[in-house]
């Protein structure tokens, strides 16, 4: 038996343009509106409210300069208070590779603790109760001046 579906190819026999519109468009890349994301917030503004693309726009620069984690001394406390810090001898451990210790506050058990670097008051304040401190943070070497040429 013979299908009695109807294609749109066959629809279209005997039409200029196949449902194209103008005989100019339809004519190479320029009837697009642009490639990729060209237009998104011009011409093809619909588009891009449909798709949500105007909310996960980017701005500005990204640093790929290393930021670490802050952690502060009342917040250590907070975990040494609930059993959450390893204990070696009579001191807490602490290993905190990718974070900076901050906070001046006083310490009132002794802590060996180990980070990414360390501001000068926790130092002092973790030194203070009779703890250590270990940066793994390597100081960059100090800018020596140029001496000028002799003549």
Not at 30 to 41: D, I, L, P, S
Not at 119 to 142: L, V
């Amino acid at each position: 038996m013979a299908r009695r579906i109807k294609t749109k190819s066959r629809k279209y026999l005997g039409s200029r343009t196949h449902g194209g519109g103008n005989a100019k468009n339809r004519r190479g890349k320029g009837n697009k509106g642009g490639v990729g994301r060209a237009g998104w917030h011009k011409h093809k503004w619909l588009r891009t409210i449909k798709l949500g693309e105007h909310k996960q726009r980017k701005h500005g620069f990204h640093s790929s300069a290393f930021k670490p984690e802050t952690l502060t001394l009342e917040t250590i406390a907070t975990l040494a208070n609930a059993g959450k810090l390893e204990k070696q001898g009579d001191a807490l451990v602490l290993n905190a590779p990718g974070s900076k210790i901050v906070g001046g506050e006083k310490v009132s058990f002794k802590l060996n603790a180990t980070a990414y670097a360390f501001s000068k008051k926790a130092a002092a304040a973790i030194e203070a109760a009779g703890g250590s401190c270990s940066a793994i943070r390597k100081e960059k070497p100090a800018k020596q001046k140029a001496e000028p040429k002799a003549a």
